[in-house]
């Protein structure tokens, strides 16, 4: 079976769901053609047809744009920022779409399902598998009709091959060891559970309630100084989360190593992923998008970059939800966290089907650090090969090497 046929089998199962539904289809199989394929058929049934399509960046509504526009449906269908339609009333169409349906999970932006009148309702998403299981709450909407994982569709031939390397790389850790501890010893003040903590911080109300529990509700003079207590220990979580985030996001030998990667493969056309503008900067050459930059801007050097045969886009917390880019065949990921939904949206930008190319997608992660036990989580039912420095050197220079056989850590907590 082609890529266009499953295709065929997806719309036919939304539509025997009675056009209500949600296509999770990994990234590069085909959503939004499948999306296109279906507002071209109903147009075609009913000429004055009104289509809305939701979108979570300014980035994605342009992409969808151009497609709607090659497709000749530009004068049924409005494109709109999901942020731009929560709480307003007046929007009424035939058919509404909602790309990236896992970010319209909180509690105001699924209010957009009871807002938007519509008859028919198409959720798009390349995984549902949040950390939080919030996507549970969007099932009270719409079910998922069809899923399409990157397994079955690498296995298929739908999309690019792509290698996944765990690269491990050692460090000094003994600042990160410190900002750990902080983290444990202000966490333990919650009895370890993070909602509250993160509640604590910005409730009075829950801080309160929490105040009167280990008060013992004993005066107003001890409920306030646990409330002051509390606020400090929830501050300090939060500095503590933070510390431990930027030594693994920022450490120089992530630059190191995404520069020796790129050295390696200059005939080909590279993106790596950072958390930050500063970390994107500072491997020193190629192109770079931010999320800082306008719309304009990153249009400019998203033509420019698609154009290239090979070269280098460095990007800060941008291309990392629905970017088509031609012929990219390396991504360097150098800010991991334990989102599922983000890994598989930068492992597939490189997806894309094109010719007989091998894609590789290199995550550097510091070794006994929270990251590990963040991409084991997210990597859970996905193979991958996990390497070490001198193992990466091996492999960039086509020489022979083995995988490094390493036994999971137990973390305390997934955070």
């Known amino acids: 079976m082609n890529r266009d046929e499953r295709q065929e089998i997806c719309i036919s199962n939304w539509k025997a769901a009675g056009g209500k539904g949600i296509l999770e289809l990994c990234v590069g199989f085909g959503k939004t053609r499948c999306s296109l394929k279906i507002m071209q058929r109903l147009i075609a049934k009913k000429p004055n047809a009104k289509i809305i399509v939701i979108v979570p960046t300014e980035y994605l509504k342009g992409q969808w744009l151009l497609q709607i526009a090659d497709w ?18 007046g929007f ?27 008859k028919l309702c198409l959720g798009l998403s390349g995984s549902l598998d949040r950390i939080d299981n919030k996507q549970l709450s969007l099932l009270r909407f719409l079910p998922v009709v069809d899923t399409i994982t990157l397994l079955e569709a690498v296995r298929n031939d739908w999309v690019a091959k792509a290698n996944e390397y765990k690269v491990l790389l050692t460090v000094d850790l003994t600042e990160y060891q410190e900002a750990h501890q902080r983290f444990l010893h202000h966490f333990a003040f919650f009895a370890f559970d993070f909602e509250l903590a993160m509640a604590c911080l910005k409730d009075s109300t829950v801080r309160y309630n929490y105040a ?118 390396v991504a360097i990921n150098m800010a991991f966290n334990s989102s599922k939904i983000a890994k598989t949206q930068k492992s597939g930008r490189v997806s894309r089907k094109e ?31 996990t390497i070490d420095e001198s193992q990466l050197v091996a492999l960039l220079k086509g020489e022979e090497y083995k995988e490094t056989k390493e036994k999971h850590k137990e973390y305390l907590f997934s955070i």
């Open 92 to 118: 009424e169409c035939d058919l509404l779409i909602v790309d990236e349906i896992h970010e319209a999970c909180n509690d105001n932006r699924i209010t957009l399902f009871k807002t938007i009148k519509h």
């Open 212 to 329: 009167l529990q280990i008060s013992g509700g004993q005066s107003k003079g001890a409920i306030s100084g646990a409330m002051g207590e509390i606020m400090v220990h929830a501050i300090q979580f939060m500095k503590a989360l933070s510390d431990r985030k930027n030594f693994v996001w920022s450490h120089v030998k992530k630059t190191e190593i995404a520069r020796l990667i790129v050295d390696h493969r200059r005939d080909k056309k590279i993106i790596t992923f950072s958390q930050t503008k500063a970390m994107a900067e500072s491997i020193g050459e190629g192109m770079l998008m931010h999320s800082g930059q306008t719309k304009k801007k990153r249009g400019q050097i998203m033509d420019e970059f698609n154009a290239m045969e090979c070269g280098l886009l460095s990007s800060a917390k941008a291309l990392e939800r629905g970017a088509d880019i031609q012929n990219l065949s």
């Open 72 to 89: 000749k449906l530009l004068h049924n269908t409005d494109v709109i920022i999901i942020n731009s339609a929560i709480g307003e009333r």
């Open 355 to 385: 010719g007989d190319k091998t894609a590789e997608v290199y995550t550097l992660l510091i070794k006994g650090t929270m990251e590990e036990a963040w991409y084991n989580k997210s990597m859970a039912g996905t193979p991958y090969i």
